[in-house]
């Protein structure tokens, strides 16, 4: 089992920057691909960004690119997603998720992903 646990959600205003952390545990979380995800209301969950715990380049979605970023801190088994230039569409709950079937984290599927975090809310408003 893993378990994961997202903070740092908050309400921003346009143009603003967040960082989510995501602190990890359980057995075999050294050796998982790690991902945020995001859904917001009435929309399908996305996949923003990966990387596998065991070391590798990360992915970030083309939605995103070049204004968030997904890196870790092994030694706290935390991941990170720095978000820049936050807009009213980033606006969402996000999720980080573990799966098993790395280490080629950018061809796992969002439904192979075993373990979820509860969330954390990001809101986008004036």
């Known amino acids: 089992q893993v378990q994961l646990m997202e903070s740092g959600g908050t309400s921003v205003q346009p143009g603003g920057s967040l960082r989510l952390s995501c602190v990890g545990s359980?057995?075999?979380?050294?050796?998982?691909?790690m991902g945020w995800f995001r859904q917001a209301p009435g929309k399908a969950r996305e996949r923003v960004a990966t990387?596998?715990?065991?070391?590798?380049?990360?992915f970030v979605a083309d939605s995103v690119k070049g204004r968030f970023t997904m890196s870790q801190d092994r030694a706290k088994n935390t991941t990170y997603l720095q978000m820049n230039d936050l807009n009213p569409e980033d606006a969402a709950m996000y999720y980080c998720a573990a799966s098993r079937r790395g280490p080629n984290c950018e061809r796992v599927a969002t439904a192979d992903y075993d373990y979820w975090g509860q969330g954390t809310q990001v809101t986008v408003s004036p």
């Open positions: 359980g057995s075999g979380y050294n050796s998982v691909c």
């Open positions: 990387l596998y715990i065991g070391g590798g380049g990360t």
